[in-house]
């Protein structure tokens, strides 16, 4: 039983095309965060979500959407994508915000051509 | 913004051998955590640390929060070519929204 789910594994696409990543725990979490690894490896938080609100935004271009359809989904729906957004992208969740041990998913390889 | 310096950036070893790796910063952070993370997969926890000086063992692995709170270190003691990885030490400040600041990583190779 994977506890934090991410599709797809790879993503690959051109330039300018939107596209979705999608997340999934099922350990009853009530907090999901997107992170995103650069080439250098460096892993800095995007957003984070607690029961389906937005507590971070941290400095994300608007091109990026995250949607909490309720509290054990959040997905990232990236528009008008760019070269720059390559990365691998990670869903974490946490049971609180307080002691907040965070697992993460597998990672989304996203390369932008 | 908040920064985590972690080093060394790399590290080549014998198997068998002690590493240590460390993290500093100059914020006060609540929360240490360090993370593991193999190719392809994402970061697994190791060790959480909640408060300052305490100093907490997971088998060969052992860390401490520093009594500043703004450091810590994790030590694998014996290393085995399973150890090979990404090693992320991470801080949380309260009242951030659950943010986690991440260090650099620490790539650890072992020879066998």
């Known amino acids: 039983d994977t506890a934090v789910s991410q599709t797809p594994k790879y993503l690959v696409t051109q330039m300018g095309n939107d596209k979705s990543i999608k997340c999934e725990q099922n350990?009853?979490?009530?907090?999901m965060y997107w992170y995103k690894q650069d080439s250098k490896k460096f892993l800095k938080i995007m957003f984070s979500y607690n029961n389906k609100e937005l507590i971070i935004n941290e400095t994300v271009p608007n091109r990026f959407s995250p949607k909490s359809p309720d509290k054990a989904h959040l997905n990232l729906h990236i528009n008008s994508l760019e070269l720059g957004d390559s990365a691998v992208y990670f869903c974490?969740?946490?049971?609180?915000?307080?002691?907040?041990?965070?697992?993460f998913g597998a990672g989304t390889r996203l390369s932008v051509l | 913004g908040q920064q985590l310096n972690q080093s060394p950036q790399s590290m080549f070893i014998q198997e068998g051998e002690d590493v240590s790796m460390n993290c500093t910063s100059s914020s006060i952070f609540n929360t240490w955590l360090w993370y593991k993370q193999d190719p392809g997969e994402g970061p697994v926890l190791l060790i959480a640390l909640y408060k300052a000086g305490e100093l907490t063992s997971n088998g060969r692995l052992t860390a401490q929060f520093g009594i500043t709170r703004k450091d810590s270190f994790l030590n694998i003691s014996a290393s085995i070519p399973s150890d090979v990885g990404i090693y992320f030490c991470a801080g949380m400040i309260y009242n951030q929204g659950g943010k986690l600041i991440f260090g650099q990583g620490t790539e650890l190779s072992v020879k066998p």
């Open positions: 974490a969740s946490s049971q609180e915000l307080a002691k907040n041990i965070q697992y």
């Open positions: 350990l009853g979490h009530d907090t």
